[in-house]
């Protein structure tokens, strides 16, 4: 079995890559890849699309390899299990709307807005370690429960249309989308990766998902 | 709702821990990976390591230091001290740093911050203002570790790095550090209130309440701290504790 880190020249995949690879170990599930071959991306049994910065950038950065885009939405349309992390995960809407009005996979119907805190004092970016308040129930949420932290760093935020499709909120001045998921497809607004104990276990979880 | 961030803050000097961490048996005190697995076992909310002494030809220590620290640490990681352009940036990045640091680069030429925000998001942009009293409600930036004036008001400087894109004001008083005295409160509350970012209160703290103030009175989103947890005056959890009972939220 093998876990692709989908690589798109955004940003830093070394921490993704040690995250996934130490519980891929624990729990002797095979190789976690770092790649930006479509090819490989093809063979993926758990495809994970990490993403920092703008919505705009990865969009572009993505569209900028040849056959990755369609690789990736090939993956999900097999029913195999796809993760999102921080933009990849606003990059699984319908649209960006961070400099300018940019596709997303449209895999969950939603915009991607700026944060607008009803609180004027609090500063965006929203950073930091924000306690969850979970919605649904989730398999790759197991063991993970209310008001567990997880570390946040953004200023936008994806607005799901269809309330089945929230997993999971934080507050900060209302509500803000931490997770979203709908069938084989996860996707988390906080980086499990950077979430110490309770980032390792979501991993944990999601490389032992079968949905 | 988001807590209040505390960030322990180590001085790296050609790959090794300047003053060491001496609140827990280490095999190698020196070691920035050991301390900062220290640190995240403790339960600190970030780490910062900042590069004392950096110069073109020792670069090569802090990437090694960040990549083997991104292996073992999975908590979020501001690395600093010698990023002068946009490329180092994304060399920290690569190496395992989330977060990458300007200093006296950004105050040369402001500019850098823009290219930098553009290229890799305003997320992982901080820039350290070091700041010194010159009359009462006035600050001036310095830079090469506070020994350079350079006549650039503070408020005006964080205002204009932050509509630059920085993402984080790390901002240290040059009259409190290693004083012991806690934050200079006005200078925080000045910045905190000039800018929608978050600001890092820096410099000075000698007591926990020190911590506590720099949140209530001056307004700051984390406080970084090194010598009171270095040399194990306080834990993180005391720290965190004591905050909460103080009607600070934080992650405990």
Not at chain 1, 162 to 169: F, G, H, K, S
Not at chain 2, 32 to 41: G, H, I, L, Q, W
Not at chain 2, 128 to 141: C, L
Not at chain 2, 154 to 160: E, R, S, Y
């Amino acid at each position: 079995m093998s876990t692709i880190i989908v690589d798109y020249n955004s940003g830093n995949l070394r921490s993704a890559e040690k995250s996934f690879q130490r519980m891929s170990d624990e729990l002797g599930v095979g190789q976690v890849i770092v790649s930006s071959d479509p090819n490989i991306v093809r063979k993926a049994d758990h495809l994970v699309l990490p993403g920092v910065g703008a919505f705009a950038d990865c969009r572009r950065e993505l569209g900028a390899i040849d056959g990755l885009f369609g690789a990736i939405e090939e993956h999900v349309k097999s029913g195999k299990p796809f993760m999102g992390i921080c933009v990849g995960m606003q990059m699984m809407a319908t649209r960006g709307l961070e400099h300018g009005d940019h596709d997303g996979f449209d895999w969950i119907k939603g915009d991607v807005k700026l944060i607008s805190p009803n609180d004027k004092k609090l500063k965006i970016p929203h950073m930091g370690w924000n306690n969850l308040n979970l919605t649904t129930k989730h398999p790759v949420f197991n063991g993970i429960k209310e008001n567990d932290h997880a570390y946040f760093v953004h200023s936008y935020q994806l607005k799901p249309a269809i309330n089945a499709d929230l997993l999971a909120t934080v507050d900060y001045g209302g509500k803000i989308t931490a997770a979203v998921a709908r069938e084989n497809i996860i996707g988390t607004q906080f980086h499990p990766e950077k979430s110490q104990s309770t980032g390792l276990r979501l991993i944990s979880n999601f490389l032992s998902w079968k949905p | 709702m988001l807590k209040t961030r505390i960030i322990p803050c180590l001085d790296v000097k050609d790959g090794r821990v300047v003053k060491g961490v001496n609140f827990v048996d280490l095999i190698d005190a020196g070691d920035p990976v050991e301390s900062a697995k220290a640190y995240d076992n403790a339960g600190a909310d970030e780490l910062c390591f900042l590069d004392i002494a950096a110069t073109l030809e020792n670069r090569g220590t802090m990437f090694d230091v960040a990549r083997r620290t991104a292996e073992q640490c999975f908590m979020p990681l501001t690395i600093g001290g010698g990023v002068r352009v946009p490329n180092d940036v994304r060399n920290l990045l690569l190496a395992g740093a989330d977060k990458v640091s300007f200093n006296s680069a950004a105050v040369a030429n402001p500019d850098v911050i823009a290219q930098s925000a553009n290229r890799f998001g305003s997320q992982c942009i901080v820039v350290a203002i070091d700041a010194k009293t010159v009359s009462p409600g006035k600050w001036e930036i310095f830079t090469h570790g506070g020994r350079k004036s350079t006549g650039i008001d503070a408020v005006k400087f964080a205002k204009l790095v932050a509509s630059k894109g920085a993402g984080e004001i790390l901002l240290t008083s040059m009259d409190r550090d290693g004083t012991r005295d806690g934050y200079n409160i006005p200078l925080t509350r000045a910045i905190s209130d000039a800018v929608n970012i978050p600001v890092i209160a820096s410099g000075g703290v000698g007591s926990l309440d020190h911590l506590v103030e720099g949140v209530t009175k001056g307004g700051a989103s984390a406080v970084l701290a090194a010598s009171i947890f270095h040399f194990g005056d306080f834990t993180i959890k005391q720290a965190k504790t004591h905050m909460q009972n103080a009607g600070v939220a934080v992650r405990l």
